[in-house]
């Protein structure tokens, strides 16, 4: 089997509401829909979602570097994915987003050719997968709002995000608290807004309230400040914007920085990358969760598949795929809430409209 075409679909699509971080207000995500064709009539599909903040590339810079990528690809087996790889680094270091989205075409195209849910040819059994959903930064109340519209979806595992004034932040996850309490496990995400000496104080209020961890407190180059924070806090820490590829999740490794990494598909490149960094985590003896960046339903139920295959990360940060609105793409998984069944048909599973064979 051989690759005879790479096509890049351009597409938008809207959240239902605007997810406010603490660096940025997300309304809609641009994004690329990637398709494969080979000469055995097999099709593949990925998505390349970017997040010029996190990822470093647009859509401007998918189109540009997926078009060398394409002409370097042709002709080879979409299924030796390590080949596959190293002539992608070759060519271009980063642009981690269209590596992927390449990266989950060509095993939606094993996982197709094998006959097998994509889970499956990644080796595992169990087609079930819990998430958390996001509540973006808001008023105190709003966000205790919205806390209560999530669980009132089957949501049970809320992931509040923080990252501003810390006095204010923790007004905030009082009232998410007060909201939910004994309905729903919180987990708090600062996205970089945070210094060490905040992070500290606000853990032990946190532990108070039962919040079970704080994701990336302080700035992604601060290595050494989520050390001190992991070595003194009570809560567990995980690491988003630290980890971006395999280098930095052995850094994070060896300085004992984070208790979880958070695996992202546009962050690290794709499937391939993401089971090396999850190989780090087991060997160390950390777990992981696999997140999303707001992709459409493709990219999440790639992260899906990735999150059901490996025992070290039964639980996912993918909430995305239930509170954003996307035309394109669609199938793939039954869900209640956070509580998600992937589909038992070969590849990844959904439909993608107008690209469909």
Known sequence: MIITDIQFLVTNFRFEEPMKVAFAAITDMDSCIVKILTDEGITGYGEAAPLPFV?????GSILAVG?????SLLGMDPRAIGAIHRVMDRLYAGNGAVKAGIDIACYDIAAKAAGVPLYK????DDPHIHSNATIGIDSPERMADKALGRISKGFDILKVNLGEDIRTDL??????HEAVSGKARLRVDANQGWSVKNTLWISKELAALGVELIEQPVPANDFAGMREIRENSPLLIAADE?????????????MRAADIL???????????PALKIAAICEAAGLSCMIGCMGESTLGSLAGMHL???LNIASEADLGAVSVSAQAEVSGGFDHRGGKAVLWDVPGIGCTVKGANE
Do not use: E
């Open 242 to 254: 630290s980890c971006h590829g395999i280098s930095d999740a052995m850094r994070l490794v060896s």
């Open 262 to 272: 958070n695996i992202k598909l546009m962050k690290c490149g794709g499937i391939y």
């Open 67 to 71: 078009k060398d990528l394409r002409d």
């Open 171 to 176: 007004d905030r996850i009082c009232a998410v």
């Open 55 to 59: 990822t470093g590339d647009n859509p």
């Open 121 to 124: 040819h990644l080796g595992g």
């Open 307 to 309: 999150a059901a295959a």
